[in-house]
C-alpha cells in the first residue's frame, strides 16, 4: 500500500493505525448529518408551502361556507353568490371524464404492453404518448375545440358538458395510460407463463390475473390524472364552459361551469365580497378532490387485498 | 375414487375441450381415442426437433421417445439446451419473440406443430411446472380452480380442487386455509400448489423445468415422492441438474451435450436410467455422469 508522500505503508488485519482507512469521526458522521437535515428540510419546505396556503385559504373562505353558498346561483351580488352550478358542472365532468378516460386508458396500456409487436410503430406511439402527456392543456382545449365543439358539433350539443369532458379525456388520457403500463411491466412473466402453460388464451391470462395485479397501480394514476383534469381552466374556457350561468347543467349536452372557471371569475371582479365567495369556492373545490380521491383509494385498496 | 373428473353430463375435462368452439380444426384429438378414458397416459414421440432464437440455433436435431406412463428425465450441463427443449414440447418456446422450433413433435398420433394445432388447446394437455415456483396471487383454491374453470369445467368444483390438492400432497396442509392466498405458503408448498393446479386441467404429460432447485432438501424429497405417485396416471419428463434425483426417480435419461462453445445442444445418449448410470456407451455421458465435469 503506498501513501500520499509515496513511502510504502504495510496494514494489519483490522487496520488498529488507521493507517489506509479513514475511521468514520468527525468528518463522515458530519456529511452523513448535514444530509439528512437538509433532505428533510426539502421534504418541509413543500409541506410548509402547502400548508400556510391551504390555512390563508380556510381562513377566507370557511366563514364564507354556508348550505346557502352551496346551493345558490351566481349573482351580481356578493353575498347572494353560490357555487351551485359550477359543483354540479364540476361533478358532472368529473363522472363523464372517468367514464371516458379510465376504460380507453386501461385497453390502451393493455394493448400496447401485451398485444402489440416490438415494431418501429409501436415504439413511435410509446414516445409520443410520453411526449403528449407533456402538452401545455391549452392545446388540448383548442383541439377539443376543433374536434368536439365544431366538427362533431350535431352529436356533442356543441359547448357541452361532454365536449368538455371529451376534451378532459384527452388530456388526462396519456397519463393513465403510461400508468396502466407501468403497473402491467412490474408484473412478472412468470405469471403470464404459468397461465399459458394451462391452456389460457392471452385475454384470459389479461382478464384473470393481470388485470387485478395492474389494476391498484392503474388506479393510482388515474386519481393523480382525474385530480388534475378537475382543476383545470384554460381548455375549458376554450372549449365553452360558462364564467357566469343561471342554470344547473341538465344532462351530458347541456351548458356548464365548473368550479375552477367559478373561481376564477370571482377573483377577478374588484368586490372584497366575490374575493371571499373565490376563497369558499377554493374549499369546496378542495372539499371535492379530497372526497374523489378518497373514494378512487378506498376503491383501489379493496382491489389490492382481493387480487 | 374416480380418476377422472366427470361433470353432471358424464363428460370427462378432455371431452369438454374437444367441444369448446375453438379456432381451427381439431386434428389433434381425431383418432385420439385413448385421451380421457381409463389410467393409460399418452406418450411423445420427437423427431428432428431444433429449436432457435432468432438465428440463433439453441437445439438441434432430437430424436426421442418419451414413454407413457413413465418418468424421463433430462440431465446435461447448463446451457445445453434441456429448458429449450422442454418447452418446445407444450409450445412454450414460441411465446418468446423471436423463437420458433422445427421438426415433429407427436402427442400420441398427432403432431403439435401440424397445420392447423391450437396451440392453447396443447398447452391444457401438456402441462408444465416452472423452476421458480409461481402460484398466482389468488386463493388457494382459487389456484387450482383457475385454470379448470378456463377450459370449460363445470362439475364439482369443491371437489376437484380437493382431489388436485390430495394428488399433490399438499391437502392436508391447507385444507384450512384454502381461501388464503397462494403467496403466503412456503417454496415447497407453493410448488406443490402449482402441480395441484396443473393437475386440475387433467393433462396427458407434465413436464417439469428443474421443479426442486430452488427448494430445501425436505421439500424436494416430498416432490420426488409426488413423481412417483404422479407416473401411475400421467406421462412425466423432467429436466435435473441433481444427478442423483434422476437415478432416484425416473425410468428413462436422456443426456444433452454441447461440444464447443457456441455449438447448438443435442440428444447425446437416452436409454433406461439403470443402464445411463452404471454403463453408458458414449464417453461425456460417463464423465458427466460419474462427476468429472458439470
Same mark, same amino acid.
Given at each position: 500500500m503506498v501513501t500520499r508522500s509515496g513511502?510504502?505503508? *504495510?496494514?494489519?488485519?483490522?487496520?488498529?493505525?488507521?493507517?489506509?482507512?479513514?475511521?468514520?469521526?468527525?468528518?463522515?458522521?458530519?456529511?452523513?448529518?448535514? =444530509? $439528512?437535515?437538509?433532505?428533510? &428540510?426539502?421534504? =418541509?419546505? @413543500?409541506?410548509v408551502v402547502l400548508a400556510i396556503l391551504l390555512a390563508d385559504v380556510s381562513w377566507d373562505g370557511v366563514p364564507r361556507l354556508s348550505w346557502n353558498f352551496i346551493t345558490s346561483f351566481s349573482s351580481v351580488i356578493p353575498e347572494n353568490s353560490g357555487i351551485y352550478p359550477a359543483l354540479l358542472g364540476s361533478l358532472w365532468l368529473l363522472l363523464l371524464t372517468t367514464i371516458v378516460s379510465v376504460p380507453l386508458g386501461i385497453g390502451a396500456a393493455v394493448y400496447l404492453?401485451?398485444?402489440?409487436?416490438?415494431?418501429? #410503430?409501436?415504439?413511435?406511439?410509446?414516445?409520443?404518448? $410520453?411526449?403528449?402527456?407533456?402538452?401545455?392543456?391549452?392545446?388540448?382545449? #383548442?383541439?377539443?375545440?376543433?374536434? =368536439?365543439?365544431?366538427l362533431l358539433g350535431p352529436i356533442t350539443g356543441g359547448q357541452s358538458l361532454i365536449s368538455g369532458a371529451l376534451t378532459l379525456s384527452l388530456l388526462i388520457l396519456p397519463v393513465i395510460i403510461i400508468a396502466g403500463r407501468e403497473a402491467l411491466r412490474?408484473?412478472?412473466?412468470?405469471?403470464?407463463?404459468?397461465? !399459458?402453460?394451462?391452456?389460457?388464451?392471452?385475454?384470459?391470462?389479461i382478464w384473470g390475473h393481470l388485470l387485478p395485479m395492474a389494476l391498484p397501480g392503474t388506479l393510482t394514476g388515474a386519481i393523480l390524472a382525474l385530480?388534475?383534469?378537475?382543476?383545470?381552466? &384554460?381548455?375549458?374556457?376554450?372549449?365553452? &364552459?360558462?364564467?357566469?350561468i343561471t342554470f344547473a347543467p341538465d344532462g351530458p349536452l347541456s351548458r356548464? *361551469?365548473?368550479?375552477?372557471?367559478?373561481?376564477?371569475?370571482?377573483?377577478?371582479?374588484?368586490?372584497?365580497?366575490?374575493?371571499?365567495?373565490?376563497?369558499? @369556492?377554493?374549499?369546496?373545490? !378542495?372539499? +371535492?378532490?379530497?372526497?374523489?380521491? *378518497?373514494?378512487?383509494?378506498?376503491?383501489?385498496?379493496?382491489?389490492?387485498?382481493?387480487? | 375414487m374416480d380418476r377422472r373428473s366427470v361433470n353432471e353430463e358424464g363428460l370427462t375435462l378432455s371431452e369438454i375441450s374437444r367441444e369448446r368452439p375453438e379456432a381451427g380444426p381439431e386434428t389433434i384429438e381425431r383418432g385420439d381415442v385413448s385421451s380421457g378414458q381409463g389410467d393409460s397416459a399418452l406418450g411423445m414421440k420427437i423427431e428432428n426437433l431444433s429449436a432457435f432464437y432468432g438465428s440463433f440455433k439453441a437445439v438441434t436435431d432430437v430424436n426421442i421417445d418419451l414413454r407413457a406412463n413413465k418418468v424421463t428425465a433430462l440431465i446435461g450441463p447448463s446451457g445445453c439446451g434441456k429448458s429449450? =427443449?422442454?418447452?418446445? #414440447?407444450?409450445? !412454450?418456446?414460441?411465446?418468446?419473440?423471436?423463437?420458433?422450433?422445427?421438426?415433429?413433435?407427436?402427442?400420441?398420433?398427432?403432431?403439435?406443430?401440424?397445420? @392447423? +394445432?391450437d396451440p392453447v388447446r396443447i398447452r391444457r394437455r401438456i402441462g408444465m411446472v416452472f423452476q421458480k415456483p409461481n402460484p398466482f396471487s389468488k386463493s388457494i383454491y382459487e389456484n387450482v380452480a383457475w385454470g379448470a374453470r378456463i377450459n370449460g369445467y363445470k362439475g364439482d368444483m369443491d371437489e376437484l380442487v380437493e382431489r388436485s390438492l390430495r394428488q399433490a400432497a399438499l391437502w392436508d396442509e391447507v385444507k384450512d386455509r384454502l381461501k388464503q392466498s397462494g403467496m403466503g405458503l412456503s417454496g415447497g408448498q407453493q410448488q406443490r400448489l402449482v402441480i395441484a393446479r396443473t393437475l386440475a386441467v387433467e393433462p396427458e404429460v407434465i413436464l417439469m423445468d428443474e421443479p426442486a432447485s430452488a427448494l430445501d432438501p425436505v421439500s424436494t424429497q416430498k416432490?420426488?415422492?409426488? !413423481?412417483?405417485?404422479?407416473?401411475?396416471?400421467?406421462t412425466v419428463v423432467i429436466v435435473t441438474h441433481n444427478m442423483q434425483q434422476a437415478a432416484r426417480i425416473s425410468d428413462y435419461t436422456g443426456f444433452f451435450y454441447i461440444e464447443n462453445m457456441g455449438d447448438p445442444g443435442r440428444l447425446w445418449e437416452f436409454d433406461e436410467t439403470s443402464k445411463m448410470f452404471s454403463a453408458p456407451e458414449r464417453k461425456e455421458t460417463e464423465d458427466y455422469v460419474t462427476g468429472r465435469f458439470g
Open positions: 513511502a510504502q505503508k *504495510s496494514t494489519q488485519k483490522g487496520d488498529p493505525e488507521g493507517a489506509v482507512f479513514k475511521p468514520p469521526t468527525g468528518r463522515r458522521h458530519v456529511w452523513d448529518r448535514v =444530509f $439528512s437535515v437538509l433532505l428533510l &428540510a426539502a421534504t =418541509f419546505v @413543500g409541506l404492453e401485451e398485444y402489440a409487436a416490438d415494431t418501429w #410503430l409501436t415504439r413511435l406511439v410509446e414516445i409520443n404518448i $410520453s411526449n403528449l402527456a407533456g402538452v401545455p392543456s391549452i392545446i388540448y382545449g #383548442l383541439l377539443g375545440l376543433g374536434i =368536439f365543439v365544431n412490474s408484473i412478472s412473466d412468470s405469471v403470464r407463463e404459468g397461465g !399459458m402453460a394451462l391452456g389460457a388464451t392471452k385475454w384470459e391470462v385530480s388534475r383534469a378537475i382543476g383545470e381552466t &384554460a381548455p375549458l374556457i376554450v372549449v365553452g &364552459a360558462a364564467t357566469y356548464y *361551469s365548473a368550479l375552477p372557471i367559478q373561481i376564477y371569475y370571482w377573483i377577478s371582479q374588484p368586490q372584497p365580497g366575490f374575493q371571499a365567495a373565490a376563497a369558499a @369556492g377554493i374549499v369546496v373545490l !378542495m372539499a +371535492v378532490l379530497v372526497l374523489s380521491n *378518497s373514494v378512487a383509494i378506498y376503491l383501489r385498496n379493496r382491489y389490492q387485498t382481493r387480487a | 429449450t =427443449f422442454i418447452r418446445c #414440447l407444450n409450445r !412454450m418456446h414460441e411465446v418468446i419473440t423471436g423463437a420458433r422450433a422445427e421438426g415433429c413433435v407427436k402427442l400420441g398420433e398427432q403432431d403439435i406443430y401440424g397445420k @392447423g +394445432v416432490i420426488e415422492d409426488t !413423481m412417483a405417485e404422479l407416473k401411475k396416471r400421467y
